[in-house]
T-cell receptor, first 111, second 115 residues
Framework: DAKTTQPNSMESNEEEPVHLPCNHS???????IHWYRQLPSQGPEYVIH???SNVNNRMASLAIAEDRKSSTLILHRATLRDAAVYYC????????????FGSGTQLTVLP | NAGVTQTPKFRILKIGQSMTLQCTQD?????MYWYRQDPGMGLKLIYY???????DKGEVPNGYNVSRSTTEDFPLRLELAAPSQTSVYFC??????????????FGEGSWLTVV
């Protein structure tokens, strides 16, 4: 299964945009890129996913490089509530297409 | 609007005791999962199920057992608890989305301490 690489931690100021990078150089042509986040003492929650073109939803935007070897999760205006661990994940090839969570990026939002 | 419900939320076990973590979902999802998360680490898959009567091992299945007799329920059994099983356990479910991969919905977690 393809792996992802993310920075261990990032900081952002409140109300400023945040760009969270992810490298996935061994991604296959059919792998969707998923992002989840985990707030303190909670289970992970889905943020966004995409295949080739950029994707937007109410929580975030996902920018995918043309060669698909990297992607960036964009939070347009970070709030204190966005402080969390963000995971960039490629589904496995297993029967349940299960997600394998790495250590993610710890985002700190400064007031 | 319950989603994925886990019980208990907190439990302290003595070494060698056994217990079952309960998980139920009301979204009619066919896929269910159990993950564990040690402090400061990412989640590791223990077991998963693609439908009633079908289960399979994940990355870290040793010391655990599961069953899936209904679509809704996916209990995780710990036999002969050990301190290494002190962790936070998350149950999750999803519906099949084929090649896109599944959007997974997680429960709130069960904090287990083995002393």
């Amino acid at each position: 299964d393809a792996k992802t690489t993310q920075p261990n931690s990032m900081e952002s100021n409140e109300e400023e945009p945040v760009h969270l990078p992810c490298n996935h150089s061994t991604i296959s042509g059919t792998d969707y890129i998923h992002w989840y986040r985990q707030l303190p003492s909670q289970g992970p929650e889905y943020v966004i996913h995409g295949l080739t073109s950029n994707v937007n939803n109410r929580m975030a935007s996902l920018a995918i490089a043309e060669d698909r070897k990297s992607s960036t999760l964009i939070l347009h205006r970070a709030t204190l509530r966005d402080a969390a661990v963000y995971y960039c994940i490629l589904p496995s090839s297993g029967s349940a297409r299960q997600l394998t969570f790495g250590s993610g990026t710890q985002l700190t939002v400064l007031p | 609007n319950a989603g994925v419900t886990q019980t208990p939320k907190f439990r302290i076990l003595k070494i060698g005791q056994s217990m079952t973590l309960q998980c139920t979902q009301d979204m009619n999802h066919n896929y269910m999962y159990w993950y564990r998360q040690d402090p400061g680490m990412g989640l590791k898959l223990i077991y998963y199920s693609v439908g009633a009567g079908i289960t399979d091992k994940g990355e870290v299945p040793n010391g655990y057992n599961v069953s899936r007799s209904t679509t809704e329920d996916f209990p995780l059994r710990l036999e002969l608890a050990a301190p290494s099983q002190t962790s936070v356990y998350f149950c999750a479910s999803s519906y099949s989305r084929g090649k896109t991969g599944n959007t997974i919905y997680f429960g709130e977690g069960s904090w287990l301490t083995v002393v």
